[in-house]
């Protein structure tokens, strides 16, 4: 109990003794604080918060402006720089005006409304105005050959089929715009607005429709890109024309080995032709063959079968994803295929139909894998169909593949369907050769990194014309460790950038390449076969559309001296 108590004496004497000393401070820092102490001036007292003011004002003063710096400290005149004196003249009248000076911080204390008022009352900023220029015509700087008038573009082709929705696609008779041709490609007149010419009108023979050899590129900010330029070497091959005209050339972007790129789900759709004349031995061979496929699909990638002559036979409604049960499904779907009867008909363009998709499934890369002989392309009517009708309805949403043997009929037109459709032909010299064509696709085709690709090509100087195949709305997709060939024509082997575009899987590929022919290889015959074949593509496009022979007979001319068979007869 004793000991509590001293406790409790010695706790009562430390709070009193704390009270006090407290005490003690605060009266002694409210008599000598530098805020309450007066000062003595040459008028008499002068609180100190106005000094204070006083001082910070001349001091803001004299860091703003100069001239009141140079004023009140000499001794820092040499370490700043001299200011030209503003004169008055007539052409340059000079008109002192008081400008309000907005409150440097926001702030309820006595000091901070003080300092406004000091700062408003005492700075005055000299301002004067500038006499009235001429404006400027842009039109007098630009070169002359960058501006030109620009024709008037061809009307643009759009055809469906009458059974089909009406989702008609722009075909090859209309020219790209986004390649570089001898139609300049015109930019929208916001570029060139009429504030540039305040004093008159535009001439007549200078038109606003600038650079036209230079496309309308998006900046990479805006397509939310990448640029992979340094991933990828170029290869390029050239040999003059025939007819001494130009030159052709071929363009290969090949990936390099360190290349990594997300890969892009993929939907497979395998159509099995099991027409009559298909006969037994070949269907069994098909039917192996894409079998072993679809073990080499990735599980993220999906698959259906299609079986048709004149009925159509689905494996399933939807795709299926690449699991073992899929696999089973398919492996007993595959056995239930069978030859049609000996007098049923074919149509291939039927079951192309169920591989386009829909709007809400336009998602990853639908790749269609057709195994036919080509025998329904027998009449023109089908062949118009499947050519131009389906083409324009899938407006390239599915690319296909066809596997074919050299000994079928109609090869042409199967090649050229699918070149239309961002695919090829692959044909096979026996029927055993079917598997080793099939895996050899599958495994070029497995790890598709960008679709949907567009390519230019802008040449040095403007007098150049650049022609690329394929065009825009058939340009295959990239793929993985596999090179990219791009063919073309140019008038003379002058340098010119390549840009070429294309959707990733969450973003756009950008590649920009400077292309010289300095140190170009020289190309042999099968470079110009291939360019001849590219344009042939587009006079059977308008072949096609008005079935004007005269497109025949001239992709006929073209093809005949590189012992090329023409697609339709």
């Known amino acids: 109990m004793y000991h509590s108590l001293s406790k409790r004496k010695i706790l009562a004497v430390c709070i009193a003794a704390s009270l006090i000393s407290h005490i003690i401070s605060l009266v002694f820092l409210q008599k000598h604080s530098f805020w309450s102490s007066p000062s003595k001036t040459a008028q008499g007292e002068m609180p100190s918060l106005s000094l204070m003011v006083k001082v910070e004002s001349d001091k803001i003063l004299r860091e703003s402006f100069q001239e009141n710096s140079l004023e009140t400290d000499p001794g820092s005149a040499a370490e700043q720089k001299p200011h030209p004196e503003i004169t008055s003249s007539p052409s340059l009248p000079l008109v002192i005006q008081p400008i309000h000076i907005p409150p440097l911080f926001i702030s309820s204390s006595v000091a901070s409304i ?9 700075i005055q900023i000299p ?22 008038p620009a024709p008037s573009l061809a009307k643009t082709l759009q055809s469906s089929p009458s059974f089909l929705p009406k989702a008609p696609m722009a075909l090859a008779a209309a020219p790209d715009s986004r390649r570089a041709s001898p139609l ?5 007149t916001p570029l060139l607005t009429p504030s540039l010419h305040e004093s008159g009108a535009v001439p007549q023979s200078l038109k606003p429709q600038i650079l036209s050899h230079l496309p309308d590129f998006p900046t990479l900010e805006e397509l939310g890109g990448s640029s992979y330029s340094d991933f990828f070497d170029t290869e390029i091959v050239f040999s003059p024309m025939d007819n001494g005209k130009g030159y052709v050339f071929a363009l290969t972007l090949v990936p390099q080995p360190g290349l ?9 759709t395998f159509l099995i032709d099991r027409s009559n004349s298909i006969q037994k031995e070949r269907l069994t061979a098909v039917k192996n063959a894409v079998l072993l496929a679809l073990e080499e699909l990735d599980l993220e990638d999906s698959f259906n079968i299609v079986a048709f002559d004149s009925k159509v036979e689905k494996l399933s409604p939807a795709p299926l994803p690449a699991t073992s049960t899929s696999l089973q499904t398919a492996r007993n ?5 069978h030859l049609g009867s000996f007098f049923s008909t074919t149509n291939i363009c039927k079951p192309l139909l169920l591989t386009v998709p829909g709007a809400s499934q336009d998602e990853g ?12 392309l027998s009449k023109k009517a089908a062949q118009r169909e499947l050519a131009l009708e389906w083409t324009a309805y899938n407006q390239g949403r599915v690319s296909l593949f066809a596997i074919s043997l050299g000994t079928d009929p109609h090869l042409a037109t199967l090649e050229a369907t ?19 064509k099939l895996l050899k696709l599958v495994k070029t085709i497995a790890h598709p990194i ?21 065009k825009t709305q058939e340009m295959p997709s990239l793929y993985l460790n596999q090179p990219y060939v791009i063919l073309g024509t140019i008038d003379k082997l002058d340098n010119f950038i390549f840009f070429i575009q294309g959707k990733l899987k969450n973003k756009w590929l950008n590649i920009r390449k400077n292309i010289s022919f300095i140190n170009a290889k020289r190309g042999d015959a099968s470079l110009k076969a291939e360019v001849a074949l590219q344009q042939a593509y587009t006079l059977y496009e308008k072949y096609l559309s008005d079935l004007d022979p005269a497109h025949l007979a001239e992709a006929k001319a073209l093809l005949e001296p590189h012992h090329l068979q023409s697609a339709f007869q």
């Open 127 to 148: 301002s004067f105005t500038l006499p009235p220029i001429e404006s400027l015509n842009l039109f007098e700087h630009l070169p002359k050959d960058l501006i030109i």
């Open 333 to 337: 779907f595959l056995n239930q295929i």
């Open 184 to 188: 300049p490609i015109t930019y929208p």
């Open 260 to 268: 990594t790129l997300p890969k892009i789900r993929q939907h497979y």
């Open 365 to 376: 890369l639908h790749t269609a894998i057709l195994f036919s002989d080509g025998e329904p």
């Open 450 to 470: 960008a679709k949907n690709l567009t390519a230019t090509a802008i040449p040095r100087s403007s007098q150049t014309n650049i022609f690329l195949y394929p």
């Open 418 to 436: 699918a070149a239309l459709n961002r695919g090829k032909l692959l044909y096979s010299p026996t029927k055993r050769g079917i598997k080793r």
């Open 114 to 122: 003080a300092l406004k008022h000091e700062f408003e009352k005492e």
